[in-house]
């Protein structure tokens, strides 16, 4: 049987593989927005145009609480990016307080390139995961989004505690048969 070690070994390397993964992700964004001669957008400049642009008509305080930043961040991107010709900002007919962000042609071409990055990266990957094992992976990225939407890092203190006293890991035995 695999002991408590391995597994917080195992969940260490998975910590360790993420935060790579992000910091390479970054990377790779810009590097992929330069080919297209995008250059003069930050890549999270594009999330909050990509939102924009699947949101159909959202308002400022719904695309700020969809991508979980503060309105005044996104009213500060907001601004560069109507400077920049890529965001149109109209208020809302019945209530004039509320602002409603449209996508310029320009910002259309740019959320098309990005989204064909991500469709790239995740059929690259599919491509190297077992058939019978994608539906794994794509349980992992729901849970993950689930754990992440539930302000799970609140009173969270110290690593190997959380491994040891949580209710969430009493099924750590049930992995640890995986391992074996």
Known sequence: MVNMNKVKNIVANISDIFFQFQAK???F???????YQIEDVTPSEVKVLYIIGISNTKSMSEIANELKITRGTLSITVDSLVKKGYVIRNRHKQDRRIIILYLSQKAIRIVKHYGRFFESLFISL????????????????????????????????????????????TSLNDIEKELE
Not at 29 to 35: D, H, I, S, T, V
Not at 147 to 166: A, H, R, T
């Open 126 to 169: 599919a491509k190297r995961i077992k058939r019978d094992k994608l539906h794994v992976f794509d349980e992992v990225m729901e849970r993950l989004n689930e754990i992440v939407e539930s302000n799970f890092y609140e009173g969270v203190q110290d690593y190997p505690e959380l491994l040891e006293d949580d209710e969430e890991y």
């Open 25 to 27: 992700l970054q990377f």
């Open 29 to 35: 964004e810009r590097e992929y927005l330069r080919k």
